[in-house]
């Protein structure tokens, strides 16, 4: 099979894997640099910038600063998303990645409470809303960068390695975090060992350096823009002057709510696994070495189980791949949880891997999906739109949630029924959703969807 797409012919093997390289290690970096503060956020930020209250009120104070950076993700979407359908991906995902490593390392550099009151607390959160700004900016760069140079029937394989990305990042900030806790005495730690992987951020800075010089944009967009340059003058006016998020909004309404939809129990499993069962076993008296490194292991599932799932997709549709996802995602919560309370480790290493596995079934195939959804000159608005709106609504106040209905209800079985809540809500999102896995991108529209 070769790709249709507007009659042009595929990149090459070696294009094809330098782009793929690209945009992992774009998506790696950038949600490294959003994660380690969800890690700092369980471990130390509490007592850091929040002293003077309660251990409990510390740990909600600094979940919801955590939160607030989801709050962001939908202002990026809008933002990068109708810049980079008018101006192209390659652009816009260099600046949001310029923009996360400077707002990153300048958390690094933050002065703590101590040091001068509450101005911390409040640095603290505008810095962390223009990482939201920036990583809600990312998506739609990097995932159309790789899934919009490959061919039609490997589409999902290559938009995986994108989608690989913040699993990676967990890894990666995990392996930092607990290389920092193994040498540092917890005094130090606190201190300022939990500095060092933000300050490690400026690698971002570079990458993005890299991407401009070294890639060229996707056809698809070098299409868009060809068609415009050829357009009658009127037309083309009138269509520099509609805006792509308005546009996406006004004829692909539907697929941002499914796409949000398809991204919710993602979210919400994902920062339970990564940020709030990190901050509640601890709380329990597990070693945050010994927490850290059973998310590390099934971060490592997910990131084997994503490409699989997405080649498969490609073969038998995406929504063969996410239907069943779905249903073991929600089948497994209330073992996952169930294993939890018991704080046994290796308990908690299983749930963790099965919880890997069935996340990265989900995530896999959902950036060729995404793509297919909308036509180009409106997907990275409508891509960013409806993955953010999905972040907002699932992951970003997920672990603050979390917190509190464990201490209204008094039972980590309440944060399971929220989580199979969500997995609902994902599952009649990808039912209602059209199968697009056979249909090829031509001329910027999309053919009939096969349901």
């Not at 390659?90 to 923009?99: G, N």
């Not at 900030?173 to 606190?190: E, I, M, T, W």
């Not at 189980?305 to 996410?322: E, F, M």
Request: glycine share 10%.
């Amino acid at each position: 099979m070769t790709d249709t797409s507007a009659g042009r012919p595929p990149a090459s093997e070696r294009t094809l894997r330098k782009i793929a390289f690209a945009a992992l290690s774009a998506s790696t970096l950038e949600w490294y640099d959003f994660y380690i503060y969800g890690t700092a956020a369980a471990l130390v930020f509490g007592q850091v910038f929040f002293p003077d209250v309660s251990p409990v009120i510390a740990t909600l104070a600094s979940f919801a600063t955590f939160g607030v950076g989801f709050l962001f993700r939908p202002v990026g979407g809008l933002v990068f998303g109708h810049f980079g359908d008018r101006m192209g991906r390659k652009k816009l995902l260099v600046i949001a990645m310029v923009m996360m490593g400077l707002a990153t390392t300048l958390i690094g550099l933050l002065p703590t409470y101590a040091t001068i009151g509450a101005a911390a607390p409040v640095l603290l959160v505008v810095l962390r809303c223009i990482q939201g700004i920036a990583i809600g900016g990312q998506y739609g760069g990097a995932v159309l960068l790789v899934t919009e140079n490959a061919p039609a029937h490997r589409r999902g394989f290559y938009g995986s390695f994108a989608q690989i990305g913040p699993s990676a990042a967990v890894i990666l900030s995990n392996l930092v975090f607990l290389g920092l806790v193994a040498v540092l005495p917890a005094d130090d730690f606190a201190s300022w060992g939990w500095r060092v992987p933000f300050l490690l951020s400026v690698l971002v800075i570079g990458l993005g350096l890299y991407v401009q010089l070294k890639l060229e944009d996707t056809p698809d967009f070098q299409e868009l823009e060809q068609r415009s340059a050829t357009t009658s003058a009127p037309e083309a006016e009138i269509s520099r002057e509609r805006s792509p998020v308005l546009e996406v909004l006004r004829t692909h309404p539907r697929q941002v709510l499914q796409a949000g939809g398809m991204i919710l129990v993602i979210q919400v499993y994902y920062y339970i696994l990564i940020v709030y069962v990190v901050s509640y076993l601890t709380g329990l008296g597990v070693a945050r070495s010994t927490v850290l490194t059973a998310v590390l292991v099934s971060s490592a599932v997910t990131v084997a189980v994503i490409p699989l799932a997405a080649a498969v997709s490609d073969r038998i549709g995406r929504k063969r791949v996410l239907v069943p996802a779905a249903i073991a995602t929600i089948v497994s919560v209330f073992p996952f949880f169930a294993l939890v309370d018991t704080t046994n480790v290796a308990a908690f290493v299983a749930a963790s891997i099965v919880a890997g596995a069935v996340l990265g079934a989900l995530y896999g195939p959902m950036a060729a999906f995404f793509t297919e959804m909308f036509s180009t000159g409106v997907r990275y608005s409508g891509a960013s739109l409806g993955y953010q709106l999905g972040a907002v609504v699932g992951g970003g106040f997920t672990p603050l949630i979390a917190t509190a209905l464990v201490a209204w209800t008094g039972s980590v079985y309440s944060v399971a029924t929220f989580v199979v809540l969500a997995g609902l809500l994902t599952l009649w999102a990808v039912v209602t959703t059209a199968e697009t896995y056979r249909v090829p991108s031509r001329d910027g529209e999309l053919a009939d969807p096969v349901r």
